[in-house]
């Protein structure tokens, strides 16, 4: 099994609402990323885990939690959104640094 | 990281080899180079990874000079399904470095 399973595939809310986006994968990854992309731009690195704990933020907002409950699954927990924050969030893991990563098909998230 | 500049978009026809470059000048001693692939609402996919000379896999090279400030993906005989942007990326191999994005090509094969 190479996937990694992003949960939903689309998701609308409210500004004022709390929502969680999932990400599990089933190869035995010890390092998991959550990713931005606007359209026509580049996947933005949002938090990097390594062996469940959390190694690298790239200065994201408290609006976006992550959570890492175990090593196959990587939680996203949205709260208090702004509609700049509608994207494509994208899940991706890898066996190790060097190793190649693999991505999820991402959660297409609108904010209204 | 070493910041990385690709050509914005290239197009091609199909069954032409296709080469993308990436420039790195200030790419680090321990630096390695990687390349994605990314199809419209679907996760970038792995093609291929190299630290000098040239690397093959049965999807494509990387030539990679000697003095390492650029790279040059080769996409040989593409088909109308390699309509893509790809992204070099380069850096450390350590988590997060290694997986941060540059600017991407936007390649279009034309039949």
């Known amino acids: 099994d190479t996937e990694v399973t992003q949960t939903p595939k689309h998701l609308v809310m409210g500004m004022t609402n709390k929502k969680s986006l999932k990400c599990e994968q089933h190869m035995g990854h010890r390092a998991m990323y959550w990713y931005k992309q606007k359209a026509k731009k580049p996947p933005e690195l949002m938090f990097v885990?390594?062996?469940?704990?959390?190694?690298i933020n790239e200065s994201v907002p408290s609006r976006f939690s992550p959570e890492c409950p175990n090593s196959s699954l990587l939680n996203l927990h949205l709260h208090a959104l702004q509609p700049e924050d509608s994207a494509l969030y994208l899940c991706?893991?890898?066996?190790?640094?060097?190793?190649?990563?693999?991505f999820g098909q991402g959660t297409r998230l609108t904010v209204v | 990281l070493a910041k990385t500049t690709q050509p914005i978009s290239m197009d091609s026809y199909e069954g032409q080899e296709v080469n993308i470059t990436c420039s790195h000048n200030?790419?680090?001693?321990?630096?390695?180079i990687t390349w994605y692939q990314q199809f419209p609402s679907q996760g970038p996919r792995f093609i291929i990874q190299?630290?000098?000379t040239k690397v093959t896999n049965e999807v494509a090279s990387l030539f990679i000079p000697a003095d390492r400030k650029s790279s040059t993906l080769s996409l040989p005989r593409v088909s109308l399904s390699d309509t893509a942007v790809y992204y070099c990326l380069v850096g450390e191999r350590n988590y997060g470095q290694n997986f941060v994005f540059g600017p991407g090509t936007r390649l279009s094969v034309l039949p």
């Open positions: 991706a893991s890898s066996q190790g640094p060097a190793e190649e990563a693999f």
């Open positions: 190299g630290y000098k």
């Open positions: 885990y390594s062996y469940e704990k959390l190694s």
């Open positions: 200030n790419i680090a001693t321990n630096d390695y």
